[in-house]
């Protein structure tokens, strides 16, 4: 920013001093702009250099965003000067005044929201409807507007006046390319409501448009990572979709192929072997060919069951009544395992639509794996709760064990068809149940949590029955 710029804009004289105070302000204010992509962070670094002492700009700031759907300003953050005494310069050259930019750490931002003055403004929502008139020039002009004698305007729509004790504020748009984000709303209770300035004025007016087109950046670089991410996703579909029609041309293959020879050399076998007294070596070799042909079933019973395009009906079902039934099924082989089983399920029902058998077989099968990683004890943790997924009510199953976990380096492999660490694994029971849960609009992820791995299964609750969360 040049000083003919500053002269033309902010200082009326030559007042060297004045100029260089600008200088730095502007400077430090568009590096902070640029520091981060984080909005929440932003809102709050707008909000703190505003009021932050050393800038001897405001006393009080408020930032309301719009809402185009209801046509309202939802308070979103409000400091004090007070609230903004974290605000820290970041900079490599301590010798420059114009270098740098503000940070502030997740622990004062969060000390920041659980102010009173915030939780009252969050609380605020001035409706837009009728025409505002405290704000209706800042709105329609894209402009500062600057109101000196409350007592003189008269609107009932903005409550927020008395409920603040606002006497004299200036009010200035957020809107980038004239598309409203929101307000923030300034004023000096702490200075006996000392008048907002003229040169205050315009450098409002100069933050607001800087900090209007940071957070639309901000917005768009977020619908950017989220397009990324249902990039990759529709990618990572589009390869197990390949994997899934390779595997499904493989089994009806081999299922004609092996099906009947199977069946063939285990009767055969298992005739021979009650012919066989049991300490001869023969019946040692002739169990082995059983046990191994059984095997090989098995194994041509995962391929069929994981390439076979299933048939779910959707039906609506308690999802926390199939979870107890599986643990009641289970109970037995958990206390004879010395696995200790610890529960957190929700009072009343938590309906979702989908196939009830196939989702017991989602729970069952977890449950087996869990145990077969705690063969001397442990601990099963099963919870069930609501959570929001993709912006709509969700039922949360989590499955978690003390199995040691799983090492970093496979994490992401384990649902890959035919991957497994066991020794007489099929590799396909992760990938059965992985797909089960997409097809049922799920999503399936596992990570290590403390002395193990714990899953969680998302399913979309149905639409009648979501509570108010």
């Given at each position: 920013m040049s000083?003919?710029?500053?002269?033309?804009?902010?200082?009326?004289?030559?007042?060297?001093?004045?100029?260089?105070?600008?200088?730095?302000?502007?400077?430090?204010?568009s590096s902070t702009l640029l520091s981060t992509m984080q909005l929440n962070k932003l809102l709050h670094l707008i909000l703190s250099a505003l009021v932050y002492e050393d800038n001897n700009l405001f006393d009080r700031a408020m930032l309301f965003l719009y809402n185009q759907k209801t046509h309202t300003l939802q308070g979103m953050l409000g400091l004090y000067r007070e609230d903004a005494a974290s605000l820290k310069l970041v900079t490599d050259d301590p010798g420059s005044s114009l270098t740098g930019y503000w940070d502030i750490d997740a622990e004062a931002i969060k000390h920041q929201m659980q102010s009173d003055f915030c939780i009252n403004v969050r609380r605020t929502r001035i409706d837009l409807?009728?025409?505002?008139?405290?704000?209706?020039?800042?709105?329609?002009?894209?402009?500062?507007?600057?109101?000196e004698d409350i007592n003189g305007v008269h609107c009932r729509l903005c409550d927020f006046i008395s409920q603040f004790g606002v006497s004299s504020f200036a009010a200035v748009p957020l809107a980038p390319h004239k598309n409203l984000i929101g307000v923030i709303i300034v004023d000096n209770p702490l200075s006996n409501n000392q008048p907002i300035t003229d040169q205050q004025v315009q450098v409002l007016q100069l933050f607001a448009d800087q900090s209007g087109m940071a957070i639309e950046n901000t917005r768009l670089f977020r619908e950017l990572e989220e397009a990324h991410a249902e990039l990759r996703d529709a990618r990572q579909r589009l390869v197990h979709g390949s994997q899934l029609a390779a595997i499904g041309e493989m089994a009806a293959s081999i299922s004609h192929e092996l099906k009947t020879p199977l069946i063939t050399i285990g009767g055969f076998a298992a005739r021979l072997g009650r012919m066989m007294p049991l300490d001869t070596p023969q019946r040692h070799y002739l169990d082995t060919i059983i046990n191994e042909s059984h095997r090989l079933e098995r194994l041509l019973g995962d391929i069929l069951t994981f390439s076979r395009k299933p048939t779910i009906c959707f039906q609506p079902f308690d999802l926390k009544k199939i979870l107890l039934e599986c643990l009641a099924d289970y109970a037995v082989r958990l206390g004879e395992n010395s696995v200790k089983l610890e529960t957190n399920l929700p009072e009343g029902r938590l309906i979702v639509l989908g196939d009830a058998n196939q989702i017991k077989q989602v729970c069952i099968n977890l449950f087996v794996n869990a145990l077969e990683v705690m063969p001397n004890g442990?601990?099963?943790?099963?919870?069930?709760?609501?959570t929001r997924e993709r912006?709509?009510?969700?039922?949360?199953?989590?499955?978690?064990?003390?199995?040691?976990?799983?090492?970093e380096d496979l994490i992401s492999k384990i649902f890959t068809p035919f991957f497994t660490t066991k020794r007489h694994g099929t590799g396909l029971g992760l990938a059965i149940v992985n797909r089960i849960v997409q097809n049922h609009c799920g999503t399936l992820n596992v990570r290590n949590i403390n002395q193990g791995a714990e899953f969680q299964i998302i399913l979309p609750l149905a639409a009648d029955e979501e509570p108010a969360v």
């Open positions: 000083e003919d710029f500053l002269k033309k804009n902010f200082i009326s004289d030559t007042d060297s001093l004045q100029m260089q105070r600008y200088l730095k302000l502007f400077s430090l204010f409807s009728n025409e505002c008139q405290i704000i209706s020039v800042a709105l329609h002009e894209h402009r500062v507007s600057r109101v442990g601990k099963l943790i099963v919870s069930l709760s609501v912006g709509r009510p969700s039922a949360l199953i989590t499955i978690s064990d003390t199995g040691g976990g799983i090492p």
